[in-house]
């Protein structure tokens, strides 16, 4: 059973208490592909590339940590055109596929997969600031604004958009509860103390769920003078 192990620091008294906090990497990889199953942002895409120029647009999307491309086929239309009066034609492809865009959780678990420290306070944290408003919000924000200009056409044509969007996301889940889910994958082992004299140090409560080991837990900004 293969585990990652991290350092967490935790003020108890006049103490800092060091925790091994350690995560089974099969229970985060299957979280994390379950995660973007089922909380991804879809947006539906139908586009037109010129062939020659598939492969390298490909590889750009795949070397993006944030979304991935499903359902991709690509047909032709017999459609040629050229670039800045070219005198080569070149073969036009009409690609249509289903963007798949990540959580910001999901950053966070790659954190995790790689022992990042900072990940794992950023987790403890419970802050969802960093993830995308969801399809809802921004529905609300043109429909505020179409009650002021009720012709504008690019609120209209966007209103029209969020809703086929919302349609295609109706089965897509929030994403705030794998984040406990996520903290409840964490098992906290003891590891050691030290007496917190002449050491400055800054706190910040972090709460989580009611659990067996991290019920409350200090976040601890500064603890490079405790590393050994």
């Known amino acids: 059973m293969k585990e990652i192990i991290i350092p967490c620091f935790v003020k108890e008294e ?12 099969k229970e985060l990889t299957d979280m994390r592909k379950e995660i973007i199953d089922k909380c991804s942002i879809i947006t539906h895409h139908e586009i037109e590339k010129y062939m020659d120029e598939i492969s390298k647009w490909k590889r750009e999307i795949k070397n993006k940590k944030s979304l991935e491309m499903r359902n991709y086929y690509e047909y032709s239309a017999g459609k040629y055109g050229r670039i800045n009066n ?8 009409n690609i249509s596929y289903d963007e798949y865009l ?12 790689k022992s990042n420290e ?7 944290e419970l ?24 012709d504008d056409k690019d609120n209209l044509v966007k209103y029209r958009m969020l809703l086929e969007k919302k349609k295609l996301n109706q089965n897509q889940l929030p994403v705030d509860d794998y984040y406990y889910k996520l ?42 003078s405790l590393k050994r």
């Open 183 to 224: 903290i409840d994958l964490l098992k906290v082992e003891f590891s050691s103390s030290k007496k917190m004299s002449n050491i400055e140090t800054h706190f910040t409560y972090v709460h989580t769920k009611e659990k067996n080991n991290s019920t409350k837990i200090l976040k601890l900004r500064n603890f490079n």
């Open 102 to 113: 990540y959580p910001y959780l999901i950053s966070i678990i790659d954190g995790l997969l």
């Open 127 to 150: 802050n969802f600031d960093y993830e995308y408003p969801t399809i809802d919000e921004e529905l609300k924000v043109v429909e505020e604004n179409l009650k002021t200009k009720n």
């Open 14 to 25: 006049d103490y800092v208490i060091k925790y091994v906090v350690k995560v089974n990497v």
């Open 86 to 93: 070219s005198k080569n034609f070149r073969k036009i492809v």
């Open 118 to 124: 900072a990940k794992l306070y950023e987790l403890l």
